[in-house]
């Protein structure tokens, strides 16, 4: 059981270039989330998907786009990168229970923009 | 607006030497409190959920209180392997996690 796993570990993009941080989580939960993490701003919510077929906008949206694949899949694609969007990428999963959700973190995808 | 601030923001203990990590909230409509631990270079690992006013957990070292405005992170006679940032997270409509805390055990 691994639980939430992220691909690549690290990147490093030149302003303007593309990509696509992929996530997946074999927990069985139906919603999973994209978080950025910077230094004094703590984890921001970037977008979320309640539950397959669904996507909604977080706190900081901009400039990102986000694919729900499947109940296992989340993906999140930069699509021209800014240094701006340096930082930590953290996905993570949760099911409802008692009406909170209890949150479970991926090991995350350090994103330099040069 | 809701609202998290944990302090201190960071903390160098001794060895055995317990203290209190604290996470003051405000939100309307409180579902959840959550703790999380995250070592440099790891994601957040989930510690406590808490749901109501005077609830109480335990694992290990650690104990989670909570109160109407504010949950304390209690470690007693912490250890080096303790050595993390703690993450306090509130749930209303939304998930709002506060900034953490960095806490240093020195052998």
């Known amino acids: 059981n691994a639980g939430v796993t992220q691909t690549p570990k690290f990147q490093v993009l030149k302003t303007g270039q593309s990509m696509t941080l992929q996530c997946a989580q074999d927990?069985?939960?139906?919603?999973m989330y994209w978080y950025r993490q910077d230094p004094g701003m703590g984890l921001r919510l970037i977008y979320y998907?309640?539950?397959?077929?669904?996507?909604d906008k977080g706190e900081v949206p901009n400039g990102y786009n986000v694919s729900r694949l499947n109940k296992r899949e989340f993906s999140l694609r930069l699509e021209s990168a800014a240094p701006s969007q340096t930082s930590v990428y953290f996905c993570?999963?949760?099911?409802?229970?008692?009406?909170?959700?209890?949150?479970?973190f991926g090991p995350g995808t350090r994103l330099t923009v040069t | 607006e809701d609202q998290v601030t944990q302090s201190p923001e960071a903390l160098r203990l001794q060895e055995g030497e317990s203290s209190s990590l604290n996470c003051s909230y405000t939100?309307?409509?409180?579902?959840?409190l959550f703790w999380y631990r995250q070592d440099p270079g790891k994601g957040p690992e989930f510690l406590f959920t808490?749901?109501?006013a005077g609830e109480e957990k335990e694992k290990e070292r650690l104990k989670a209180t909570l109160t109407k405005k504010e949950s304390f992170l209690h470690i007693t006679a912490p250890k080096p392997e303790d050595s993390a940032t703690y993450l306090c997270?509130?749930?209303?409509?939304?998930?709002?996690f506060g900034q953490g805390t960095r806490l240093t055990i020195n052998p």
């Open positions: 993570a999963s949760s099911e409802v229970w008692q009406g909170t959700y209890e949150q479970y």
């Open positions: 808490l749901y109501s």
């Open positions: 939100v309307s409509g409180l579902r959840g």
């Open positions: 927990m069985n939960h139906n919603s």
């Open positions: 998907s309640a539950s397959e077929g669904t996507t």
């Open positions: 997270a509130v749930q209303a409509l939304k998930l709002v």
